[in-house]
């Protein structure tokens, strides 16, 4: 994680921890880390590693994309561009998008590409983006780069989740408890989250991947 990253989610899970009126010692003892560790984690010290954060999220009954809140409520506002035409209004929102997020208002339902939520790990040679819009969908989606010769072993989430993955570029390695699959570029697979155990990056390129979750747990 970048030192920006890494001090926006140190003090997230601070306000987290404080909110749920837990000490750092109550935290390193339902997480398996130490108190100081986690100290330095909330004070942006120390890039933390994936296996690290999702021990905190578990603990913290979050999901790990929670760790970045809800996307921008808005869209930007596109630049001025003389000659440019700009539509005096917008369409209205789809009936089931999300309307209302307190002080923030109306949620567009649009991330766009230059303005996702990321988590970026480079000791552990992945990045997530965020390609939902708010926590309150039933869903979430977020692709992950691996790079070559990144493994991922999968740690339970709080709830069972059905999953779905599609390969963008690429080549993915799949481990289930009863199987193992490899998955190129254009491959996709839907499996019972329950039973994942592993991912990993094979070849020498790059691995991008489009991930859907349901429920939104990761």
Do not use: W
């Not at 909110?19 to 390193?28: F, I, N």
């Not at 965020?130 to 709830?159: C, H, N, Q, W």
């Amino acid at each position: 994680m970048s030192t920006e990253t890494a001090a926006a989610i140190g003090m997230r899970i601070n306000a987290l921890r404080r909110e749920r009126e837990l000490s750092l010692r109550d935290l390193a003892e339902k997480s398996g880390l130490t108190a100081s560790f986690l100290s330095q984690v909330e004070r942006g010290m120390v890039n933390t590693s994936i296996d690290s954060l999702r021990r905190i999220t578990t603990s913290l009954n979050i999901s790990l994309v929670e760790l970045l809140g809800d996307a921008p409520p808005h869209e930007p506002e596109p630049q001025t561009i003389e000659a440019a035409v700009v539509p005096l209004s917008r369409p209205p929102l789809p009936s089931n998008a999300p309307t209302t997020n307190g002080k923030h208002g109306i949620f567009s339902p649009v991330i766009r590409a230059n303005n996702r939520p990321t988590l970026h790990f480079p000791d552990s040679g992945v990045t997530y983006e965020l390609l939902t819009a708010s926590r309150a969908y039933k869903v979430e989606a977020f692709m992950g780069k691996l790079s070559p010769g990144t493994d991922i072993p999968a740690r339970p989430l709080p709830e069972p989740t059905e999953q779905f993955v599609y390969v963008l570029s690429g080549s993915l390695l799949v481990e289930l408890t009863d199987n193992s699959y490899v998955l190129n570029t254009g491959d996709s697979m839907y499996f019972d989250g329950v039973l994942v155990t592993r991912f990993a990056c094979i070849g020498n390129q790059e691995t991008t991947v489009l991930f859907v979750i349901t429920p939104p747990v990761f």
